[in-house]
Structures are given as structure tokens and as C-alpha cells.
């Protein structure tokens, strides 16, 4: 059985959580507290040498750290890893943008304005993650007008990877509401079988 070390309020962990849900996969969880430093002691390191959740042990001595790589492990052989060549690149080219034009911008502005308090020195990076985070929503903003999901017409682990921390982003001050496509989409993923919230506390 998987063993999954997370946070559950962490969209990346969510992510796998999600997935896990929805393919009915047998696991055990192990919540892991980041905010307390439970990443960055010895024994966690050990099996994780970046000190970052979540992270799947696949056997023993066997660990997967990146969410994004985990999806593409678990997703294997299901409906939600695409079967043909172009369907698994344009998968992987979602979930990338996710992690190099979403990610850094609209979860880290959740972060700092919902973990960090409200006269911490960081709050002076939130308007230049506004910018960048807004680019990605118009993206995904375009993509959806035309299409139901990210890739094909199906959903997939793009789908999640995206949804993680997208339909929270209002908890770093983005307004979603400017973007009817993406709010649509919200809906239809979270009407998908076996769907399970994220922990917001």
C-alpha cells in the first residue's frame, strides 16, 4: 500500500489526495506539518533531500517527491493519464506551466496572505505575484472558452494539477470572478466522481 506524506492544506498535497480519491486507491496518510518544520528534520530529508511534502513512498526505501510527478505515477494506466503520445506531451505541458507560470504566483500569494501575518515584510511581494498570476489565469482563461478541459475534451491529472490551487486563488486576492470559463471550470471538476474538498485550516 502507498504511504503519502502531506499537508493537507497544501494545494500540492492536494492534488494527490484528490487523485488518490477519485482512482480509489488504497493508501495510508501521513499529515505533516510544514509550518512547524517537519520537512527539515533529519529523518524526513533522508527521504526527501528538497524537505518538501507531499511525498509518496512507492516501496521501502522507494520515495516519489514532486505532486506533479506523482500524478503522472498514480494516473498510470487510468483514463486520466492520456494513452496517446500527443495526449500525455500536452498533458505535460499544462501541468509544467502549471508549475513554472501558475504555481509560483498564485500559491504563493495564498501563502503569504493566508499563513503570514498581515504586517509581515513579505506582503510587499503580493502586487508583482498579481501580475504574473493574472497572465496564467488569462491563459487558462483562453484555453477554457473553447474547451471543457485542458486536454482534449477530458478530464485529466492537468485538470488537477491546475484546480489545486486555482479555485482557491481568492485566498491570495486574485478575483476569479473576472473569468467566467476558468469559475466554470471549477464547477465541472468539482462535480467529478468521488471529488473531495481541500482542507482549508
Not at 34 to 43: F, N
Amino acid at each position: 500500500m502507498y504511504k503519502v506524506l502531506g499537508t493537507s492544506h497544501s494545494g500540492n498535497s492536494y492534488k494527490v489526495k484528490l487523485l488518490l480519491s477519485q482512482l480509489q486507491i488504497p493508501h495510508t496518510w501521513q499529515e505533516t506539518d510544514i509550518l512547524q518544520g517537519a520537512t527539515r528534520t533529519p529523518e524526513f530529508l533522508a527521504m526527501n533531500p528538497n524537505g518538501k511534502v507531499p511525498l509518496l513512498q512507492v516501496g521501502p526505501g522507494r520515495y516519489l517527491p514532486e505532486s506533479n510527478a506523482i500524478l503522472c505515477y498514480l494516473a498510470d494506466g487510468s483514463p486520466l493519464w492520456p494513452a496517446d503520445r500527443w495526449g500525455r506531451a500536452d498533458t505535460l505541458r499544462w501541468m509544467f506551466f502549471e508549475q513554472y507560470s501558475h504555481e509560483p504566483y498564485i500559491a504563493v500569494a495564498r501563502f503569504i496572505m493566508k499563513f503570514l501575518p498581515p504586517d509581515h515584510s513579505r506582503r510587499a511581494e503580493v502586487p508583482g505575484l498579481y501580475d504574473r498570476g493574472y497572465k496564467a489565469l488569462g491563459v487558462m482563461e483562453q484555453r477554457l472558452s473553447a474547451h471543457p478541459y485542458f486536454v482534449g475534451d477530458a478530464y485529466s491529472i492537468a485538470d488537477i494539477a491546475l484546480f489545486a490551487y486555482t479555485h482557491v486563488a481568492a485566498d491570495g486576492g486574485f478575483a476569479l470572478e473576472r473569468y467566467p470559463a476558468v469559475t466554470a471550470w471549477i464547477e465541472r471538476v468539482a462535480a467529478q466522481p468521488r471529488f473531495i474538498p481541500l482542507e482549508t485550516h
